[in-house]
C-alpha cells in the first residue's frame, strides 16, 4: 500500500484505522507516510475509509485559511478526503502479507479466506480430528503485533522435532520447504503478516506436552501466541477428556465453537432435480 504524497493532505485520519499502527504523519514531508516494513498490506486503510476525490489543493487552502482563523476544518473521520491511498500491484514474496492479512482475500493453497484453514469447524464433514485426537491451533500474531515467518518457522520446527504431523490442508503447511522439520521457504521468512495458524493433532496423551512446548517457544518469539484445541464431544455433548487436562494448566474454560455435526462425511448430497441446471 501506499500513499499518494501529492494528494494526502495530512489530516491524520488514516493513522486510526491501520491495525499495526504503520501509518504516520512524517513531520519533514507534512504527509501521512506508510512504514512498509510493518505494513501486512491488509487493505484496512484502503477498504475502511470511504474515499472522496476532493482537489488536494482545494482542501489544503481551506484548512491553512481556517487555521489562521483559529476555525479547525476536519474531515468526517471515516474519510480519505482525496484518495489517497494507491495499492500497489503485489509480487511474490511480498504478496503472502495480504494472504494472511486481508480476510477477504481466499488462500490460493486452500482457497480458504482470512487465515487460510476451516481448522476443526467443518470436523464433521472432514474428519480431521477424530475420537481420542486433540487438534490443536497454534495461532501466531495479532492486530497491533503482527508476526514475522522466522518466528513462525521457530514454531513449526520445535514442533517437528517433537515428530508433530502438520495439516496438510493448512496454508503455513503448504509454505513449507520441507515438512518433516517445519522449515519454511527461504524467501518469506522476513515477510510480516497479521497473524497465521499452525495446525497439528495429536493424540489426546500428548496434549499436556504440546501446550508446554508452545509455551517454551513462546518465550523467544516477539509476538503473541494463542493455542486452540479442538476435540470430540461424547454422546452427551461433553468434552471429559481434554478439557481436565487444560484446566489443570490453568486454563479457564469456555465452549467457543460447537460444531453441530449436521455435516455428513463422504456423503453426496442429492440435488432435487428441479434445481438441476442444464448446460
Ligand atoms: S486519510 Fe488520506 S488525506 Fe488524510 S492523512 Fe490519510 S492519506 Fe492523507
Ligand atoms: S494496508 Fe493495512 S497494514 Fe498497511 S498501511 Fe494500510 S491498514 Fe496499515
Redesign the pocket.
Known sequence: ?RINPKKCVACGN?TY???????YIDPVMKRAT??RD?????????N?LSQEHLPPTLVRTVRTVFAALRIRFEPEPDVCPTAA?E?DELVWPRVVRRAF??PRVPHESTGVEGRGTEEVKTNDVTGRVGPGDVGFTIELGRPGIGVRFYEIQEMCRALAAAGVAFEVKNPITSLMSDVATGTIRDDILGEKV?SAIVEIKVPVARAEEIVHLVWDVEQRLDTVVSIGAGVRCDERGQDTVVAPILERLGYRLERAKTNMGLGRRGEAVPVPEREMVST
Open positions: 500500500m488514516c484505522v491501520c491495525p499495526m499502527g504503520a501509518i506508510i512504514d510493518e505494513c501486512v498490506e491488509c487493505y484496512t486503510c484502503f475502511g491511498f495499492p492479512s486481508d497479521l
